[in-house]
C-alpha cells in the first residue's frame, strides 16, 4: 500500500495547549515514501497562515513513530515557515502526533536524539477528517 499525506491546516490555542486542525489535500507517495504538495503547502501558508503541519501514513507495521526522514522533514518545514509544526502519523487505526520546535538545528546530526520533537498528549478525532490535539 502506498503511503499517503495530507496537510493540516488549522490553528493553535496557546492558552489551552491545543490544536485544532482539518485534512486538506491528500496526495499518496510510494509503498516507502510519502509525497506531499509542497508548492500548495506554501501557497496556502502565504495566503492564509493556517499550516499547522502534516498527516502521514506509514507502512502496515511500521508503527507511528516519526522516521529519520520524517525527522529531518518536519525539521526543515518548521524551520522554513518559521514555527512549530504538527506532525500526525498513522499505522492502521492507530495514529500517533508529535510537535517539531522551530529550531535550525533540527536538520543537523542530532535530528534523531528528540531534542526538537515531542509526542502530543493526546489526539482526538472528532471526524475522519478534524482533529483536536493536546501538548
Keep these: 500500500m502506498n503511503e499517503k499525506c495530507w496537510v493540516l491546516v488549522g490553528k493553535q490555542t496557546k492558552r489551552r ?3 485544532v486542525a ?25 495566503s492564509h497562515g493556517d499550516v499547522v503541519g502534516f498527516f502521514h501514513t506509514h507502512p ?7 522516521s529519520a526522514r520524517d525527522i529531518r522533514t518536519m525539521g526543515a518545514w518548521s524551520s522554513a515557515l518559521g514555527k512549530p509544526l504538527l506532525c500526525l502519523i498513522a499505522d492502521g487505526e492507530t495514529v500517533s502526533g508529535y510537535v517539531f520546535a ?3 538545528s533540527a536538520n543537523d546530526e542530532r535530528a534523531d536524539d ?14 475522519p477528517r478534524r482533529y483536536a490535539i493536546f501538548e
Design 102 to 104: 522551530n529550531d535550525e
Design 114 to 127: 528528540e531534542s526538537n520533537w515531542k509526542a502530543v498528549k493526546s489526539i482526538d478525532e472528532k471526524t
Design 17 to 19: 495547549r491545543a490544536w
Design 60 to 66: 502496515d507495521g511500521a508503527g507511528t513513530r516519526p
Design 22 to 46: 482539518k485534512k486538506r489535500r491528500r496526495t499518496v507517495g510510494s509503498p516507502t515514501s510519502v509525497e506531499a504538495d509542497w508548492r500548495w503547502v506554501l501557497a496556502r501558508e502565504e
